[in-house]
């Protein structure tokens, strides 16, 4: 089936990757497995790259490109990954492995295979910084075992979660995040392509918004397309103005201010629950919010950001998030200028 | 002196106080094991009479006692040589005659006590579990087992018995055998006294007698004032311990409730930052999410570093911490709820980012977070409906993940056309594009099109058996396709089908 998403549909082969470096380097290894390191920013296309390059390299890409997120098998409980399709063939029967074990035993099985067209496949280990440091090290055999018939490619936004050994086995790519006139121009094509009415300040606001995150961009352009049927400055404005989390997290922070605990609580947990926020992030984005909030002064968001500091730093020693959120929330409106009342 | 609970133990069923009705039904059992040979549980708190009608039993029915109590290593080897020839010979004090086997007659019974049947375990008591069950199982010979938590026993060894529970002793029960006891050894008593005992023994009648043994340790008469009211230990239940640390206690008795609650101190901070904003004021809560947040980082220390003493500095700060954060007490019944203590999942959100995951290439955190939200909006309420119906095909979604997503509701029309209409265009495009329907990025936006005019399309009514064949169809075409190449297996197996 076609997808829905343009950040889909309009997956650049490998001759149209923008960033030249990046074409030339994995144009060159084109027809020879060679291990790649594909590291940069967020949403600037790594993953998008290492299919394009498969495509190019496999004449029976869905059968020779592997694709394991790695994030996924290691965020994961052992129950989940089982029952995931991706890794379901591979772990059948195999109740009682060590979740180490089993992605060392999907990787090892889909590196041993033969491949079905051509000389070798690829596997693609998405979000390779999320690997345990432990598994690294057994990945180093796996490798080299398989030389001849596997290209291992990594991506990651973080190369430097990889061990050294890693690095070395590996051809790195780096990306770099694209220009706002290079987001513009991708933007441009494929309103072209889609015959969506756009004027040059739209495409511009939805460009900077993004902050060279490409997949963003294109997300909110299509978003803008699908419900105001034109991308303009107007509604791209106004539609990322609706999208995510924002007023939630606008409303805790309007909430906590009033005194009104519980429902900022609750907001917090839905998001901490269900949102897929971790701590961090949302503490990152409760910041980011207060910021764009009109209603709050600048002395209140730069108390707001003294206190987050302290918070922060709570955040990674405890180890409920939620706790440690409403902390900062309570102190916050509490009026304190240092997150303890008592030193 | 004697300790009194040992010299008031009831040598006869009928002494047994406060507990009539468990009584009877042990005597029943005795009376009755002729015929079925179980084994019996006695369970109930500590301190109800367990044991003294166990012995009081075989007192009655002049059965012979072995007893086997914790204070005994009880590896299966001990258990089997004691319990086990005890539970399957004849006595050498009784007849023996009788043989002792069952049929025998009664008076040449060997009863085996197995006290506190509930704690065998660990290293020391090693295979002790499952022998006491096949013990039981086979024993020619009446088996008490004598527990205070009836469900800390196996399943197994639970089913294989009959099972009495002992209740608490009420304080109305406890007075008169204390009467009966200050008579008998001769010592003037205020009513007001063993009230006072008995009250504050709730249900514990061992406790009851100690206590006022204690209180009349060389005197020949007992006062209310006599009696001090220390009290025993008892674990304390949740919701009176968050009333506590909530609303009514100083800081200092807060931190001594928190050692009586069985619970460990990460549970026990969780409950009280669950509950404490349906209590307290705005002012209240920021001084106690300070110490709250320090009890949570001492219970990360100890995670960090397994040194669990780190646990007594979580317990000072969520505890006394928290209830020196009041700024009074309060009265009146609050709701407490239970805490999350494990994130829950839904499972439908996890499916829809997986989908997304697998078909952008993504972590699903990042489908999540990064996708999911542009998606919603783009389709909010099914509006456009054909990018809509293109999503629900493309993810294979069903009605209650569209409605996720759209925020539509999941039993509307609306959400069931949709996907109804997904489904036809799922196998419309299989059929049409058999060979290549698993290219991707080969069909272009005019097939919705050619899905309304195509009356081939299967109804409605089964959707169920248009998937199915939809499947067949795309195997085959898959297999045909495949021929073309080089891939001889796959058409060998095209032959089989």
């Known amino acids: 089936m076609d997808a829905p998403l343009w950040i889909d549909t309009y997956a650049p082969e ?8 990046v074409r030339d380097r994995l144009q060159r290894t084109v027809g020879e497995p060679m ?62 492995m060590a979740k180490a074990d089993m992605i060392n035993h999907v990787l090892t099985e889909s590196a ?87 004027d040059t300040d739209g495409l511009e606001f939805v460009a900077s918004a993004a902050d060279g995150n490409l997949r963003e961009a294109i997300l909110t352009a ?82 707001l950001h003294k206190l987050a500091g302290a918070a922060d730093h709570e955040l990674s020693e405890g180890l409920d998030d939620k706790l440690h959120l409403m902390h900062l929330l309570t102190a916050w409106a509490d009026g304190r200028t240092e997150l303890r009342a008592m030193a | 002196m004697a300790d009194w609970t040992e010299r008031y133990r009831p040598t006869t069923l009928s002494e047994v106080r406060g507990n009539d009705k468990a009584r009877d039904a042990f005597h029943e059992w005795a009376e009755t094991w002729d015929d079925h040979g179980q084994a019996v549980i006695l369970y109930g ?55 002792g086997a069952r049929g025998g007659d009664t008076e040449s019974r060997q009863l085996v006590i197995l006290d506190e049947a509930d704690n065998i375990h660990g290293t020391y008591d090693r295979g002790g579990a499952s022998a006491i069950t096949k013990l039981v199982k086979d024993a020619s010979q009446p088996i008490v087992l004598i527990a205070n938590e009836f469900y800390e026993m196996s399943r197994g060894l639970r089913n294989a018995c009959e099972d009495i ?30 009230d006072v005992i008995a009250d504050t023994n709730d249900g514990d009648l061992r406790g009851a007698i100690k206590d006022l043994q204690a209180a009349a340790e060389g005197r020949d008469a007992i006062t209310a004032e006599d009696v001090v009211t220390s009290g025993r230990d008892r674990a304390m239940d949740l919701f009176p311990f968050l009333d506590a640390v909530l609303k009514e206690e100083s800081a200092e008795e807060a931190l001594q409730s928190a050692y009586r609650v069985d ?123 054909e990018l809509t119906v293109a999503m629900t095909a493309a993810y294979d979604l069903d009605e209650a993940a569209v409605s996720f997503i759209t925020g539509s509701g999941e039993s509307t029309n609306k959400v069931e056309s949709i996907v109804a209409d997904a489904e036809e265009l799922r196998a419309e495009a299989i059929e049409a594009h058999s060979g290549g329907a698993f290219a991707g990025g080969t069909l272009d936006g005019g097939d919705a099109d050619g899905t309304d005019s195509d009356p081939a399309a299967s109804s409605r009514g089964d959707d169920s058996e248009a998937s199915g064949s939809a499947v067949d169809a795309d195997t085959d075409g898959d297999a045909t396709a495949e021929t073309a190449d080089d891939d001889e297996n796959q058409a060998g197996l095209n032959d089989f089908m």
């Open chain 2, 45 to 99: 708190s500590p301190g109800v009479g367990k044991t003294s009608a166990a012995h009081a039993l075989a007192n009655d029915m002049g059965w012979e006692t072995v007893e086997l109590n914790a204070s005994d290593q009880r590896t299966a080897d001990v258990i089997e040589r004691f319990a086990g020839r005890a539970a399957n010979n004849a006595t050498l004090a009784g007849s023996a005659g009788g043989g």
């Open chain 2, 263 to 385: 619970e460990t101190p990460d549970d026990l901070t969780k409950w009280l930052e669950n509950n404490l904003l349906a209590v307290y004021e705005p002012k209240e809560a920021a001084r106690a999410y300070d110490v709250l947040a320090n009890a949570d980082r001492w219970l990360g220390r100890v995670r960090a570093t397994q040194n669990y003493s780190y646990w007594r500095y979580a317990t000072d700060n969520a505890a006394a911490g928290v209830a020196a954060a009041r700024d009074g007490t309060s009265g009146g019944w609050t709701r407490y709820n239970r805490p999350q203590f494990w994130p829950g999942s839904n499972e439908t959100a996890d499916e829809v980012c997986q989908r997304i995951a697998e078909r952008s290439g993504l972590s699903i955190d990042t489908a999540r977070r990064a996708v999911l939200p542009f998606l919603s909006a783009m389709t909010h309420h099914c509006k456009p409906r």
């Open chain 1, 112 to 198: 041993s295979h033969a491949p079905v067209s051509g000389a070798f496949k690829t596997i693609l280990l998405d979000n390779a910084e999320a690997i345990r440091e432990d598994f690294q090290q057994a990945l180093r055999r796996v490798m080299e075992q398989h030389h001849r018939t596997t290209q291992f490619v990594f991506t990651t936004r973080q190369p430097t979660k990889l061990i050294a050994p890693i690095h070395s086995r590996c051809f790195p790519v780096p990306m770099r995040t694209p220009t706002t006139d290079e987001i513009i121009a991708r933007l441009e094509t494929i309103c072209d392509a889609e015959d969506i009415a756009y």
């Open chain 2, 165 to 194: 529970e002992f209740r608490d002793v009420s304080s109305r029960s406890i007075v008169p055998v204390l009467r009966d006891i200050c008579r008998r050894e001769d010592i003037e008593y205020e009513q007001d006294a063993l």
């Open chain 1, 222 to 303: 299509q978003t803008t397309a699908e419900q105001e049927g034109e991308l303009t400055m107007q509604t791209a404005y106004e539609t990322l103005g609706d999208i995510g989390d924002d007023e939630a997290i606008a409303a805790a922070l309007t909430a906590a201010r009033a005194g009104e605990f519980s429902d900022a609580r609750g907001t917090l947990d839905d998001l901490l629950s269900d949102g897929g926020y971790d701590g961090k992030t949302l503490l990152t984005e409760l910041l980011r919010v207060a910021r764009s909030q009109s209603a709050l002064d600048s002395d209140e968001i730069a108390r």
């Open chain 1, 14 to 21: 490998l001759a149209d990757l923008p960033q030249p470096e």
């Open chain 1, 35 to 96: 291990n790649l390191l594909l590291q940069g920013p967020p949403g600037v296309g790594k993953t998008a790259a290492a299919r394009a390059l498969a495509r190019a390299v496999h004449e029976d890409p869905d059968a020779d490109l592997i694709e394991l997120n790695v994030a996924d098998f290691f965020g994961r409980s052992k129950k989940e990954i089982k029952n995931d399709p991706r890794f379901e063939g591979f772990l059948a029967g195999k109740s009682r």
